[in-house]
């Protein structure tokens, strides 16, 4: 079975203060990895993907992830916070290793408070 | 269009009503995902189409659920008889064939009271 762990439903940093949003996965296989963000009332948009190639992978939004094989992990991470990140992310995995995208397996969410 | 869109944003219906939601994806995608997302829950896969053809309903979490897709563009997920724990939001992805990003809608809220 497949599943997918965000350690922390709710994060709070200071503007200007590191970001660590945590995902471990569990998986036969190494999946596609991902990061959504959802802003209120909104729909969820991709901030970054793991399908092959660097481990280390930048996004939207000075945003980036390290895939870590070896620890089944795909940690977000933004080296200076703003008001603006406030929003709730998930972190997601595909199983469908081809060109095309397949179903997608979610974490419960990490909601991210941003104070001034 | 410019995104996916999905029609009601906001539905409730009483407890043994039937709803049918929307969704529009963008012109030319060929696949296309439901995923329902309880609150405070992340989304959870209903089903899958690829052009008009249902390639996966395993999510689908009772036989009160039907999805359908018959010109492989605008997508209805119907529920039927609704109950209270059918109240969630319903996402509506869908991708261009050719690469592993899914643009998602808004979401319809469904409350079922």
């Known amino acids: 079975a497949q599943s997918v762990t965000q350690l922390g439903s709710h994060v709070s940093v200071s503007e200007g203060a590191l970001v660590l949003l945590r995902c471990n996965y569990s998986?036969?296989?190494?999946?596609?990895l991902f990061w959504y963000v959802q802003y209120p009332n909104q729909g969820l948009q991709l901030l970054l993907k793991?399908?092959?190639?660097?481990?280390l992978v930048k996004g939207i939004n000075g945003f980036e992830a390290e895939f870590k094989k070896s620890e089944t992990s795909f940690h977000l991470t933004k080296p200076s916070a703003h008001m603006s990140d406030a929003a709730e992310y998930f972190c997601?995995?595909?199983?469908?290793?081809?060109?095309?995208?397949?179903?997608?397996?979610f974490g419960r969410g990490t909601q991210l408070t941003v104070w001034p | 269009g410019a995104g996916v869109s999905q029609s009601p944003r906001y539905k409730v219906a009483k407890r043994g009503q039937d709803v049918a939601l929307r969704c529009d994806p963008i012109?030319?995608?060929?696949?296309l995902f439901w995923y329902q997302q309880a609150l405070g829950q992340g989304p959870e896969f209903l089903t899958y189409?690829?052009?008009?053809?249902?390639?996966?309903k395993s999510g689908l979490p009772s036989d009160r659920f039907f999805a359908e897709r018959p010109e492989g563009s605008v997508s209805t997920l119907k529920i039927q008889r609704t109950q209270q724990e059918d109240s969630a939001v319903y996402l509506c992805?869908?991708?261009?064939?050719?690469?592993?990003?899914?643009?998602f809608g808004q979401g319809t809220r469904l409350t079922v009271v």
């Open positions: 189409f690829q052009n008009e053809a249902q390639l996966d």
């Open positions: 992805a869908s991708n261009d064939g050719r690469n592993t990003e899914a643009f």
């Open positions: 012109s030319g995608h060929v696949s």
């Open positions: 793991y399908t092959t190639g660097a481990t």
């Open positions: 997601a995995v595909s199983l469908d290793r081809g060109s095309t995208l397949g179903r997608l397996y």
């Open positions: 998986s036969s296989v190494p999946p596609y």
